[in-house]
C-alpha cells in the first residue's frame, strides 16, 4: 500500500504486506529529516532519521528514501505488522533552525 | 525509566482560569521544547529552550509561558485558556539545538470548557 501523505492521510494495508508512506517538505534548505511514529495516547516516538546529504538509510524493517530534486521524503515499512498501526510524521528541520517542523501525518490501518 | 515525563496527562478546565502543565527529562538533554497538536494531529513547535535561551514561535499568543527552573524542567503556564486553547501538548528534549531525535513526553490532553 502507498499514501501520499497531505492528499490522503490515511493508509491501510493487509498485514505482511509492505507499506510505503509519502511526505512532501516544505523548504529545500532543510537539512535533516526524521519519521516519527505516534500510537494512539502516546506521544510521537522516533523511528528513524536521515540527513541530506544520503539518500538512503535503513533500519530494522523501515527505509527512509530521500529525493531533494523534487522535496519528497518516504517511509517504506517491510512486512507490516498489526503493532505499525499508528499515525506517521515526517519532520524537517530547516538549515540553521532550532527545532523540527511537522509534517500533517498519514494514518497506518494494518488489517489482520 | 520515563524519560520525558509530563503531568498531568488530563486537564479538564473552564475558560478563563490559569493552568500549568510540568515536564521533566531525566536524560540530562539540553534542549526541551513544547509542542501543540490539534484535533486534526497536526504538531507545531510553540517554544523551544536551551540553556537559558528561550526562543518563541511568533504565533503563540503571550497567554502561553514556558518557565525553566532547571535543566532537566520546563512547565507551561497558560494564563486566561480560550476555548481554542484545547489541544494535545507535548513536551519534548533532545540533546542539542535542532530537534535531532527530539524525545516525546506522552502529552497533556487540555480540555477548556
Known amino acids: 500500500g502507498e499514501s501520499v501523505g497531505l492528499h490522503l492521510p490515511t493508509l491501510s494495508v493487509q498485514e505482511g504486506d509492505n507499506s510505503i508512506i509519502n511526505c512532501a517538505y516544505s523548504?529545500?534548505?532543510?537539512?535533516?529529516f526524521i519519521w516519527y511514529k505516534q500510537e494512539s495516547g502516546k506521544g510521537p516516538q522516533f523511528i528513524i532519521d536521515?540527513?541530506?546529504?544520503?539518500d538512503k538509510r535503513q533500519g530494522q524493517r523501515v527505509t527512509v528514501l530521500l529525493n531533494k530534486t523534487v522535496k519528497h521524503l518516504s517511509l517504506q515499512i517491510a512486512a507490516t505488522q498489526p503493532g505499525d498501526s499508528a499515525v506517521y510524521f515526517c519532520?524537517?528541520?530547516?538549515?540553521?533552525?532550532?527545532?523540527?517542523?511537522f509534517g500533517t501525518g498519514t494514518r497506518l490501518t494494518v488489517i489482520p | 525509566d520515563t524519560a520525558v515525563s509530563q503531568t498531568p496527562k488530563y486537564l479538564v478546565t473552564q475558560m478563563g482560569n490559569d493552568k500549568s502543565i510540568k515536564c521533566e527529562q531525566n536524560?540530562?538533554?539540553?534542549?526541551m521544547y513544547w509542542y501543540k497538536q490539534d484535533s486534526k494531529k497536526f504538531l507545531k513547535i510553540m517554544f523551544s529552550?536551551?540553556?537559558?535561551?528561550?526562543?518563541i514561535n511568533e504565533t503563540v499568543p503571550n497567554r502561553f509561558s514556558p518557565k525553566s527552573p532547571d535543566k532537566a524542567h520546563l512547565n507551561l503556564h497558560i494564563n486566561s485558556l480560550e476555548l481554542g486553547d484545547s489541544a494535545v501538548y507535548f513536551c519534548?528534549?533532545?540533546?542539542?539545538?535542532?530537534?535531532?531525535?527530539?524525545?516525546f513526553g506522552q502529552g497533556t490532553r487540555l480540555t477548556v470548557v
Open positions: 519534548a528534549s533532545s540533546p542539542r539545538m535542532g530537534g535531532s531525535e527530539a524525545f
Open positions: 523548504n529545500s534548505a532543510s537539512d535533516y
Open positions: 536521515i540527513r541530506s546529504n544520503m
Open positions: 519532520a524537517e528541520r530547516w538549515e540553521g533552525a532550532n527545532n523540527l517542523f
Open positions: 536524560l540530562g538533554h539540553d534542549t
Open positions: 529552550y536551551n540553556n537559558k535561551e528561550l526562543i
